[in-house]
């Protein structure tokens, strides 16, 4: 029986977010030079534009963290410790450099790390480390800063491909990665319309496969789910959001949405606001990339917050989400500064919000997560069923 | 250096007793924070609350008080009130594992009850500064500037590709090189940036010259902290317990620049000296020298004191006593502006990152002889927590035994003085007496 249109892309889009690596492995057999990267807030259009593969490079909660135990402290981010485990462990071996942005003190912190442990341990070999100091304060001066990084990460890129970046790769760099985000943009209205058609695991999947695998394909793709979105089924269950930490894989959004709940939206790291806006075409293609990783890339310290809750309840107004799941990380010593501004806003459009703090990466606890998720849906849907 | 035999023959210091320039020192403190509340509350005048690792230096030739966060939280700390504020932090919503140590003070604001609050709370600022260390800073100077009706300043935080060895060696007078200047170029752009916002905001001018002055005074103070520092270092047994060091030194780092922390501290040298000469010691029965690393246990600094008389052992270093001279310093011929840029632009990492914490500690533990390390391991800090670990096992690495106490710096509910103190016990009786 023929598939129905979407159908096969939306399973190409899952394999390739499952084995994150491979697409980035064969690059590297055929002889292309790949270039990793941690976060949203490296500009992966300089990669491409250098004629090499960008690949972003995450943890797995299932990973063995042995050598990060050794060295770096309890408190560090599961994720962190992971993507060090494995930096330290061959893991990442198909990679020529490793670019880490100092948007998160996490990211710092395991760049300094990193390169002081490979004293402790020189007979691992571990891949090349670039510090990408960038800053994202929304200010004239950190522009011009950030300007002066970017030229500096593109001279290392350059250095390493063998070849000059033209200004006509890097415009062809921005456009393509432009046009798979303004796809994306229209694929959005498949989780967060009313009604939703596709899952947020689904929706983790399509937004998150983009950065493992060539963008032009990842945009094609897109087209065909966009294209048999109209047939999709539509979705019952509660209209959730999760926000807060970064989900880097699918098993909480597949825990709430297995609890009854249909997620609408995730607003965090890699989530909807990755692609809610595109980097600007017209102008120098340099100053456009500095304003868009300095302002609009995603990260831990976006400033001001008050911009950034604006943004968030207007995510939460156009996917007309009914409930809000806020979900922080175990050592979190950062977005619970921003939790009771955001529950205020929440309480005074009268959405209900559940609050799952310090919860681990390696090992949450199912069954207290189940059981809160589980309370919190059956109330919201008690208030969804009165409203309506 | 003063042999053992020596040492055992001098006379024993009342533990209560109290140097007199400690008690300067405090009187100063007082007569500071009473010359504030009286600038700022009856005449209106402006001020700034700051973060500990920002540039006060700015303010003080302005004639603006700067009020630090680190020492109002200490303060609140100090008079046990800190259980309060945490309780109301998670009635407001804050969670359990955020830090505690900057919020107090801000938690204070939330309250808003001045019979409550140490000094009867802190007035509006005219503006709240703060170094965008970590991720979390700038999320507490926008709540707080909001709650006040006021403005804030965030100095953003560039970062060196490289953590070059021996920092403490170089930072006086290498800083170019040590910092980057394209970097310093950055920070220095930031601060002409504040001493804009400081004039419009508070009428005033910036005077360069007053602004060299108070620069050559940091320094000339720093090179009296070092003098103080490196006679308690050679002195066995040492002539004062870190609690002494530390508000003598303390208070002369809140107030640098000015001509009374240059006269304390050598009030300050010549009381240490008199107490050499005349052989006077905290602990005449001194066997054990100890380091107490990382942040300071300000709810209960009497536990410096508590294994003198049972194991002869003192605390003779921390990170307070001895940063005002390596990390303060910035030696300058004619650019005073980028010295105050080079003062601030990694005192984080050359405080808790590796490689550069534990070089310095292992420094400090050579110059001091220590016989080993007993480490804080902050709750509910976790910017302090970072490298505790590596540290650790550099130390160790070095010969230098540790002992890490997970505790909070500031939250006295969560502290087991039992516990600690018998933890340390059978740390000083298996891994140094031992050995």
Redesign the interface.
């Known amino acids: 029986m023929p598939s129905r249109p979407g159908e096969t892309a939306l399973a190409t889009l899952h394999r390739h977010y499952s084995d994150r690596e491979g697409e980035a492995r064969r690059r590297r057999e055929t002889g292309q030079k790949v270039v990793g990267y941690l976060s949203n807030n490296v500009p992966e259009e300089l990669i491409l534009a250098a004629g090499m593969f960008p690949v972003r490079l995450t943890g797995d909660p299932r990973d063995k963290t042995e050598i990060a135990d050794?060295?770096?402290?309890?408190?560090?981010d599961g994720g962190i410790k992971s993507i060090f485990n494995r930096l330290f462990t061959g893991h990442f071996d198909f990679v020529d450099l490793v670019v880490v942005p100092?948007t998160?003190?996490a990211f710092?912190?395991l760049y300094?790390?990193v390169?002081?442990?490979r004293?402790?341990e020189p007979e691992r070999r571990v891949p090349d480390l670039y510090?990408f100091?960038f800053?994202q304060?929304p200010?004239y001066?950190?522009n011009q800063?950030d300007r002066?990084r970017l030229a500096l990460l593109r001279s290392r890129l350059e250095h390493l491909a063998g070849d000059p970046i033209t200004e006509g790769a890097l415009r062809e760099a921005i456009a393509t990665v432009n046009k798979d985000r303004r796809l994306l943009q229209t694929a959005a209205a498949l989780w967060q319309g009313a009604p939703s058609r596709l899952s947020g695991v689904d929706a983790l999947a399509i937004i998150g496969s983009g950065w493992f695998m060539d963008r032009a394909e990842h945009a094609t793709l897109l087209e065909s789910i966009i294209e048999g979105g109209a047939a999709l089924q539509p979705r019952s269950g509660p209209r959730v959001m999760i926000k807060g930490s970064p989900q880097d894989n699918a098993d909480f959004y597949r825990l709430v949405e297995k609890s009854g709940a249909a997620i609408v939206a995730g607003d965090h790291v890699f989530g909807d606001p990755t692609f809610a806006a595109l980097v600007d075409e017209d102008g120098d293609p340099i100053d456009a990339l500095t304003g868009y990783y300095q302002l609009h890339s995603p990260s831990?310290?976006s400033?001001?917050?008050?911009r950034q809750d604006e943004r968030f309840m207007a995510l939460v107004g156009s996917a007309a989400v009914e409930g809000v799941v806020f979900y922080?990380d175990?050592?979190?010593?950062?977005l619970?500064?921003?939790?009771?501004?955001q529950?205020r806003l929440l309480d005074a459009r009268g959405i209900p919000s559940l609050?799952l703090?310090?919860q681990s990466y390696r090992r949450p606890d199912h069954v207290a997560q189940r059981r809160a998720l589980r309370e919190f849906l059956e109330a919201l849907t008690a208030q969804t069923v009165a409203a309506r | 250096m003063s042999t053992d035999a020596e040492a055992r023959r001098r006379p024993p210091r009342d533990p209560s007793e109290r140097l007199a320039s400690t008690q300067r020192a405090n009187e100063h403190q007082r007569e500071w924070f009473q010359d504030f509340r009286r600038a700022v509350m009856e005449q209106s005048a402006p001020y700034v609350i700051a973060d500990a690792v920002s540039p006060h230096e700015i303010f003080h030739t302005m004639d603006i008080p700067v009020l630090s966060i680190a020492w109002y939280s200490a303060v609140i700390a100090a008079k046990q009130l800190s259980p309060y504020y945490f309780d109301l932090m998670d009635r407001?919503?804050?969670?359990d594992?955020?830090?505690r140590y900057g919020s107090l003070p801000f938690m204070t604001t939330l309250d808003n009850n001045p019979e409550r609050a140490p000094y009867g709370g802190l007035p509006k600022p005219m503006l709240i500064l703060d170094r965008?260390?970590?991720?979390?800073v700038?999320?507490?100077a926008?709540?707080w500037a909001r709650a006040f009706g006021t403005g804030s300043f965030?100095l953003?935080?560039?970062?060196p590709?490289?953590?070059q060895r021996d920092w403490f060696k170089r930072a006086q007078h290498d800083w170019e090189a040590l910092y980057g200047a394209?970097r310093l170029d950055?920070q220095v752009?930031?601060l002409e940036?504040l001493v804009r916002t400081a004039e419009t905001l508070s009428r005033r001018t910036f005077d360069m010259v007053e602004f060299t002055r108070q620069m050559h005074r940091v320094n000339r103070a720093g090179e009296l902290a070092a003098q103080a520092r490196d006679l308690i270092a050679r002195t066995v047994p040492a002539p004062v317990p870190l609690t002494e060091q530390l508000n003598n030194v303390m208070a002369a780092t809140w107030s640098r620049g000015s001509q009374w922390a240059i006269d304390h501290l050598q009030f300050y040298n010549d009381e240490l000296k008199g107490l050499v000469d005349r052989g006077v010691a905290a602990c005449p029965d001194e066997r054990v020298r100890l380091l107490w690393l990382n942040n300071g246990l300000w709810f209960n600094t009497k536990f410096y004191r508590a294994f003198e008389r049972s194991h002869g052992a003192v605390f003779v270093w921390t990170m307070y006593t001895n940063f005002f001279s390596d990390g303060y310093r910035k030696y300058f011929d004619h650019d005073p502006m980028r010295a105050l840029a080079a003062r601030h632009i990694n005192m984080n990492?050359q405080l808790h990152?590796?490689?550069w914490m534990a070089d310095w500690i292992i420094e400090q533990a050579r110059d001091f002889g220590a016989h080993g390390a007993v480490m804080l391991?902050p709750v509910g800090?976790?910017?302090s927590?970072?490298?505790?670990?590596?540290a650790s096992?550099a130390l160790e690495r070095a010969g230098i035994p540790v002992l890490e106490l997970t505790a909070s710096m500031v939250d006295a509910r969560l502290w087991d003085d039992a516990e600690m103190t018998e933890r340390v016990a059978d740390f000083i009786e298996q891994r140094i007496w031992r050995r």
């Open positions: 050794i060295y770096l402290d309890e408190v560090f100092r998160s003190e710092l912190q300094y790390f390169t002081e442990v004293r402790w510090l100091d800053l304060t200010f001066l950190t800063w002066s831990i310290r400033y001001p917050q008050a922080h175990e050592y979190d010593d950062t619970g500064w921003d939790y009771p501004d529950k609050f703090k310090r | 407001l919503g804050y969670h594992g955020l830090p965008l260390r970590g991720d979390y700038q999320r507490i926008e709540q965030v953003d935080c560039t970062s590709v490289m953590l394209d950055f752009k930031q940036a990492e990152l590796p490689p391991n800090d976790r910017m927590a970072f490298g505790v670990r590596l096992r």
